[in-house]
């Protein structure tokens, strides 16, 4: 055991205070909103307080921390369980138990009056637990756990509002589709832990380091790793189930769907490393996949009329970039600073933007941004300001913190020998600027006449509260949004800090004009491309993409993607194994367990028929056993 | 080896050769006299035939119990009398002990009213 | 004549000597007190228990022998003081209310609960055959009393009456064992040295040794309940007040399996391939009828006397896997189900009220709407005895699963993970019935006596603490089988 550390004490005391508030909540307190919100929202503000202490205290730190106590042990395996802090979980920790902090006061107006309030607080409490634990874990195993703990609580949110079918059915595919890639994970942790013999984060990355792994095991293990990433940061093939989650709640949307628990698959990625970018190989194919995502993501989102709906395209994009700064940097020896930095960036203004969007869709009773515009979105002000803050840091225009992380992003792919990856970066960063303000010139210019034009179905967001808000934004929801829109402006100059945290040194670099310029460029050309498209005066509110029918209806339709899923299901899977396994179930398994079942029933009645009560027989039956075993005994051998 | 064993065969020998001997001698020298009652398995007592299924007053039992606990107590008491000396303080002390349990099991047996007939 | 008076130290058997003194100080201020005055009793146990509780923390970490080589001084020894005592404090905190709805609020009973666990501790620290007899006879016939407590009551009458039959023949079975092997070895019973006299005189004496190895087997499966020598376990378990039927089951099993696993390592080494075939079937035997029967019943008593006979099996796949992983478990999985299982039966007095009216498994239904703790606290205990993680069942379950792979013994790994999936069934159920079964009627008001609700507390803690930090008392389990060098 490691000496007993304040820092320790403290994680556990946040671990054990969630599990607590989610304990207490569920089985005492959901009948009563004020007091689950009371308990919820103490153990969140204590869990803010603890994570900015340590990252504090901690800020200077040289070593990593690490605190590991064996959990289960016999000769030949060894389970240990503990906290591993260093710079990147450091960060990671703040940013959840902030996040989290204010979307447990954001939704105090969001949920008001909604009549699962304390579950509501309950599942946000279990969600912070395994997501600190998540970050804050040291084995591969600890995180394993908590990983799946956070895709229950994901799970459980977005069928939050369960009496409605497509949320039901959206919870259903989140659970399952992240199973996909959790498998594979899974399996990787398997491989990994038998070939390598522990599953500790730091000594796997000390052994990565120090070139102690073979590439038989490095390559399988990453990639299967890879595949857990995928489900939970929704990347090509498998995101799919990320649009559909929208239908949870906006603040749940806004915690888990865009800032952190999405972000929990390229943190593992960033948590591993070093373990990662010794397999050139698997860091070309998640360089390959993350690029896919990056324009299949930000096409869809050109064409989507649900606002909820851009911004979870928008967020695949983004973890699609992350992941391709990682990998790039990975690739060139590179640090692991450009994706995670945007990471932080990314989940401050995702979840402005998502927020924002809730304060919308809270008072208009619709998701559609259009029909917003229409009602009058731009009049309420503050989140008007904030979405368009959000806009441009997601756009990626100086001064806003998103600038600077893309730019990183951009200056790792820009060092790949291959500039092709740049190019498709900056492509990505040009049609994110163009989505983006899609949205922000709709609601800013109102057309009421073009509503519902052709722009997809209206959609009625269904609350648990139906009663009309007053006038204007509860400042419960508005102060997230300031605060929030704060760390936007600011996160951006705090660029260098943060790599001095996070590498221990800063590494400047000569300002690359050529790459400044080009991805200035790219955003402005966005937001000039959507500004013509939707913006201006004579703007025909009809994207350019209209113009090839083919491919926006390519783009609307998803790429397929669902349809190609819904096809391997059907042909492939039900097709094909399950007619085959149904007969096996039937006729074999079912009738199996069927016989097993009555079998062990019926043969349980017929035992205890035979327990007698009478004692002789029992004396009896012993002594004959006794026979036997002696007979045994004496002659068996 | 097994010459060892010829005083105890000896011995039996000598046994059964005795007993065989008075119960002939009784057989030849007694005077018979039949009643039904000396026919009797025992001659006094309880009757031996009819149902086994008696109910007792199960304070015979309890009586008995105690009869035996102490009995023991007795017993013990002998051996320990012979070598008293050699055991010395240790063996006072010990039987002490043994002595003070019992009475234990004494006082709660009268506290509990067992020793009262009715 | 000079007798050589052996020296001994006192202290070594500390823990032994302040129960007994507690029991006496019991009996007499019970006899001596008037009426209706008992209330002190609990409270006087539960301290004479933390003393010896105590007392065995100081002699942790000695080792050796005493009282002229009768009594191991151990780890091994001082963990199953532990596991008793632990046993018997939550018997004593489940007992009281229980006791008084019954008006059974005796001195006796605590008592002879305080005798019996002396009893327990003198078999798992006994060097010699005759002490372990001595502390089995100690053991079993407090038990006996204690099974009969409510004379007014057939089925109690009946359950101490079988056991008592029963468990005569069983000690007779034990003893004619020793007999044996004391004729074997030339009249040597020191357990520590059993395996060399054996061994020196194998060739003359093996069926010898064999029989009187086959009567062991006999005697002690009977005390652990194991198939075939179970049969008296349902009737007792039922019959017996609830609160002894928890005391039994985790008291008695541990003891006889301390003694058995200690017998079966240290002295039986010459015959390791009989004894392990032999309790390979007694094993799968003993797993699978408890639980298929378990299936069938409605009492959950009943239910729980057949999943203590298949927790037993368990145990006994521990004692074949006779390494050193299954000797660890075997102490890991009793401190487990002591736990879980006093915890159960604690439930299970809660809910039957009124000398104990309520005891159908139908009673439970719709016990998750009105008593939501006591519920949830129920489905704590049945998880972990079915083995589901994060609770100590499941520890203690992979624990004696993997010591059996680690043996070679795969397939009684594999027919005991199976039988643990049929053991689900009817854990399960209980909750089942609690959460998705609405009553039949209102259950009515539940009295939650200090003792009973410290119980579960205790239990309920503690299950779920072992299972997810079982580092330390795995630790102090393997400090605890060192003494096994075989192994």
């Given at each position: 055991m490691g000496s007993v550390n304040p820092f320790f004490l403290g994680c556990t005391l946040s671990l054990v205070l969630s599990l607590s508030a989610f304990g207490l909540i569920m089985i005492f307190t959901w009948r009563r909103p004020k007091l689950s919100l009371a308990i919820s929202l103490t153990v969140s503000t204590i869990c803010l307080i603890i994570a900015w202490l340590t990252f504090i205290k901690l800020s200077a730190l040289k070593e990593p921390l690490i605190l590991s106590v064996d959990w289960m042990m016999s000769d030949q395996i060894r389970v240990p369980f503990g906290f591993l802090l260093d710079p990147t979980s450091l960060l990671m920790f703040v940013i959840v138990a902030t996040i989290s902090w204010l979307i447990q006061l954001y939704s105090i107006g969001y949920m008001a009056g909604d009549s699962g309030f304390g579950r509501y607080y309950a599942f946000l409490s279990l969600f912070a637990l395994s997501m600190l634990g998540l970050v804050i874990s040291s084995g591969l195993l600890q995180l394993y756990i908590c990983w799946e703990l956070v895709g229950l609580s994901s799970y459980l949110l977005i069928g939050f509002w369960y009496e409605k079918f497509s949320a039901s059915e959206a919870g259903k595919k989140a659970f399952v589709v992240t199973r996909f890639g959790d498998i594979g994970f899974f399996m990787g942790l398997a491989f990994l832990v038998l070939n390598f013999g522990t599953l500790d984060i730091h000594s796997i990355n000390s052994a990565a380091m120090s070139k102690a792994f073979p590439a038989w095991l490095l390559t399988p293990a990453a990639l299967l790793i890879f595949c857990g990433i995928m489900g939970k940061s929704a990347q090509f093939p498998i995101h799919v189930w990320l649009p559909d989650a929208m239908e949870g709640p906006t603040p749940v949307s806004a915690l888990l769907h865009s800032a952190t628990m999405v972000a929990a698959g390229m943190y593992l990625l960033t948590r591993l490393f070093p373990f990662f970018s010794c397999s050139p190989t698997a860091m070309t194919v998640i360089l390959t996949i993350c690029t896919i995502t990056l324009l299949l993501s930000s096409t869809i989102g050109m064409v989507a009329t649900d606002i909820k709906q851009v911004w979870a395209y928008s967020t695949i994009s983004q973890l699609g970039f992350m992941g391709m700064g990682l990998a790039a940097a990975g690739l060139t020896g590179g640090y692991l600073f450009a994706g995670f930095y945007h990471l932080t960036t990314h989940a401050g203004f995702k979840a402005l933007l998502f927020l924002c969007a809730g304060v919308f869709i809270h008072h208009f009773h619709t998701n559609d941004f259009f029909v917003m515009s229409a009602k009058g979105g731009r009049r309420l002000l503050i989140p008007m300001v904030t979405v368009t803050i959000g806009a441009l840091a997601l756009a990626g225009i100086f001064p806003f913190s998103g600038f600077f992380s893309k730019e990183a992003i951009l200056a790792e792919l820009w060092n790949l020998p291959n500039k092709m990856w740049l190019g498709l970066g900056l492509l990505g960063a040009f049609l994110t600027a163009y989505y983006t303000f899609r949205v922000i010139f709709v609601l800013l210019f109102p057309r009421p006449q073009a509503v519902g034009g052709g722009h997809g179905v209206e959609e009625e967001h269904g609350h648990g509260h139906g009663q009309e808000e007053e006038h204007g934004v509860p400042w419960v929801m508005a102060v997230p949004l300031i605060i929030l829109a704060g760390f936007t402006c600011v996160l951006g100059f705090l660029q260098a800090p943060i790599q001095k945290f996070l590498l221990g040194e800063v590494h400047h670099h000569a300002p690359n004009y050529v790459l400044l310029v080009s991805a200035v460029g790219c955003a402005l050309g966005g937001i000039g491309m959507a500004w013509l498209d939707w913006g201006a005066k004579g703007a025909k509110w009809e994207g350019f993409i209209r113009k090839v029918p083919v491919v926006e209806n390519f783009f609307i339709q998803k790429w397929y993607m669902d349809h190609f899923w819904r096809w391997f299901l059907n042909t492939v899977i039900y097709g094909l194994f399950s007619r085959t396994f149904t007969y096996n179930d039937r006729r074999v398994v079912d009738g199996g367990v069927d016989a097993v079942a009555f079998g062990t029933i019926g043969s349980g009645r017929l035992l205890s028929f035979i327990q007698t009560a009478f004692l002789q027989l029992n004396l009896l039956f012993m002594v004959l056993v006794l026979g036997g075993i002696g007979i045994y005994l004496l002659m068996g051998r | 080896m097994l010459t060892n064993y010829l005083p105890v065969l000896l011995y039996m020998l000598i046994a059964i050769g005795l007993v065989g001997v008075i119960v002939l001698l009784s057989e030849f020298l007694g005077k018979k006299t039949h009643t039904y009652q000396k026919d009797l398995p025992y001659e006094c007592g309880m009757d031996p035939i009819g149902d086994a299924r008696h109910r007792y007053a199960v304070r015979f039992y309890v009586i008995a119990m105690f009869f035996i606990v102490f009995d023991i107590e007795a017993i013990f008491l002998y051996p320990w009398g012979v070598i008293f000396k050699p055991l010395g303080w240790f063996g006072l002390v010990e039987m002490a002990i043994f002595i003070f349990i019992l009475v234990v099991g004494l006082v709660y047996v009268w506290g509990k009213g067992a020793l009262e007939w009715e | 004549m000079t007798i050589a008076i052996p020296t001994f130290n006192l202290s070594s058997i500390g823990p032994w000597l302040t129960l007994t003194v507690a029991a006496i100080l019991i009996l007499l201020l019970d006899a001596l007190s008037p009426k209706g005055r008992k209330a002190y009793f609990p409270q006087l146990s539960l301290i004479a228990l933390a003393v010896a509780a105590l007392q065995t923390w100081w002699l942790w970490g000695q080792s050796g022998t005493d009282f002229a080589r009768m009594v191991f001084l151990d780890n091994f020894a001082f963990y199953f003081y532990l596991i008793v005592i632990l046993g018997t404090t939550l018997t004593v905190l489940i007992s009281r209310h229980y006791l008084e709805e019954w008006g059974k609020n005796l001195g006796e009973y605590y008592a002879l609960l305080l005798f019996a666990t002396v009893g327990m501790m003198l078999m798992a620290a006994s060097n010699h055959l005759i002490m372990l007899f001595l502390g089995l006879e100690i053991m079993s016939i407090a038990i006996y009393v204690l099974a009969g407590l409510f004379r007014e009551d057939a089925r109690s009458n009946e359950a101490a009456l079988k056991y008592l039959v029963l468990g005569a023949f069983s000690s007779a079975f034990l003893l004619f064992g020793m007999a044996f092997l004391y004729g074997a070895t030339g009249g040597n019973l020191f357990i520590g040295e059993l395996a060399g006299k054996i061994k020196e005189a194998l060739p003359l004496t093996k069926p010898l040794t064999l029989l009187g190895l086959a009567l062991l087997l006999v005697g002690f499966g009977f005390k652990v309940a194991s198939v075939p020598f179970h049969m008296w376990t349902p009737d007792v378990y039922e019959g017996a007040p609830t609160s002894i039927t928890a005391f039994m089951s985790v008291g008695v099993k541990a003891a006889a399996f301390a003694a058995f696993a200690r017998i079966m390592f240290a002295a039986f080494p010459a015959f390791v391939l009989e004894w392990h075939m032999l309790l390979w079937v007694l094993a799968v035997a003993t797993m699978t009828i408890g639980n298929v029967v378990a299936i069938a019943q409605t009492n959950i008593k009943r239910m729980l006397a057949y999943s203590s006979i298949a927790h037993a099996g368990y145990l006994l796949v521990a004692l074949v896997a006779a390494n050193q992983l299954g000797a660890v478990s075997i102490i890991y999985y009793l401190l487990a189900y002591t736990l879980m299982n006093v915890g159960a039966f604690g439930v299970v007095i809660l809910v039957g009220r009124k000398k104990d009216s309520?005891?159908?498994?139908?009673?439970?239904?719709g016990l998750g709407f009105q008593h939501p703790v006591l519920a949830a606290a129920m489905s704590v205990f049945m998880f972990a005895l079915a083995g589901i993680p994060p609770t100590a069942g499941f520890v203690g379950k992979f624990y004696i699963f993997s010591a059996a792979v680690q043996a070679g013994y795969i397939w009684l790994a594999i027919i005991g993970v199976m039988n643990s999936l049929v053991s689900v069934f009817y854990y399960l159920r209980i909750t089942v019935l609690m959460y998705m079964r609405p009553a039949e009627a209102d259950l009515g008001p539940i009295a939650f006596t200090p003792g009973l609700v410290a119980a579960l507390i205790i239990t309920c803690a503690g299950t779920i603490l072992v299972g997810v930090f079982p580092g330390w008392f795995y630790d102090l389990a393997v400090a605890s089988v060192k003494i096994f060098p075989a192994l």
């Open positions: - | - | 309520y005891l159908n498994i139908y009673d439970y239904a």
